[in-house]
């Protein structure tokens, strides 16, 4: 008797080998090779244009590369699917409530009614939200819409979140609850992959740097020795504001 396929313990690491994404001639990325594993917090940082956002689709899946592969742990397209998520700068709001939002999201992933109603005021709970669970999204402050947002993602469990600029255009107090929750949720067992343009927030929030440069990735390392001690002439230029934004 042939025994049915199952679906491995976990979809880490997450493999990139030689990705290039092309558009209209340019290299966006360009040849990126890593390996991503459990664990630590990863924080992708580069200048405006470096394809820090890019990246994170293709990692996603919302990109195909143009040439070199995506891979994960053996698991097929539907089990990576269902066991990562993103949450963008500019999140989508379903014309509903807050509550209803994240339910949503729990009946797409085939959670019974009593049950996703349970879990996503649990997961409004726990950003902080639960007060405005009956209130329309829309109407949601900037940093209440991205709590929001990282609710709906963490109802999901999902075993890794990519965060596209969590908290750009947000006030330090708003700023401070996105961070508060992302630890959170590391805390949980989630792996985090995110990208930032605040150069504060990734001392506080990553583990570990991935530093790209025109689309390369010309440098990885601890968060502390990359602060530090760069590696490289462009990693030290961007840390001193000197290095262009192209």
């Known amino acids: 008797m042939i025994e049915a396929m199952r679906a491995p313990s976990t979809i880490l690491p ?20 890593m390996e991503i594993g459990a664990g630590a917090r990863t924080v992708i940082l580069g200048p405006n244009g470096a394809g820090k956002s890019v990246l994170m689709r293709l990692c996603h899946g919302l990109l195909a590369p143009t040439s070199g592969r995506v891979a994960w742990n053996g698991a097929d397209v539907m089990e990576v699917h269902r066991r990562q998520a993103m949450v963008f700068q500019r999140p989508v709001m379903l014309r509903r409530s807050a509550l209803a939002n994240v339910a949503y999201a729990l009946k797409l992933r085939g959670e019974l009614p009593d049950v996703r109603l349970r879990h996503a005021r649990a997961a409004l709970e726990s950003v902080g939200l639960a007060h405005l669970a009956e209130r329309p999204a829309r109407v949601l402050s900037g940093g209440e819409q991205q709590r929001l947002a990282l609710a709906r993602a963490w109802a999901l469990r999902p075993e890794v979140l990519f965060l596209d600029e969590p908290s750009a255009s947000l006030d330090p107090s708003a700023s401070a609850e996105i961070e508060r929750v992302i630890e959170a949720i590391h805390a949980g067992g ?9 150069l504060g927030q990734a001392r506080r929030i990553a583990d570990e740097i991935l530093f790209l440069h025109q689309g390369r990735l010309i440098e990885r390392a601890p968060v502390g020795r990359f602060f530090t001690l760069p590696a490289t002439a462009e990693a030290g230029a961007f840390l001193k504001g000197e290095l262009p934004w192209t």
């Open 14 to 33: 997450l493999i990139l080998d030689r990705v290039t994404f092309t558009v209209g001639g340019r290299r966006i990325i360009d040849e990126v090779s």
């Open 190 to 198: 989630t792996k985090i992959v995110m990208t930032t343009h605040n």
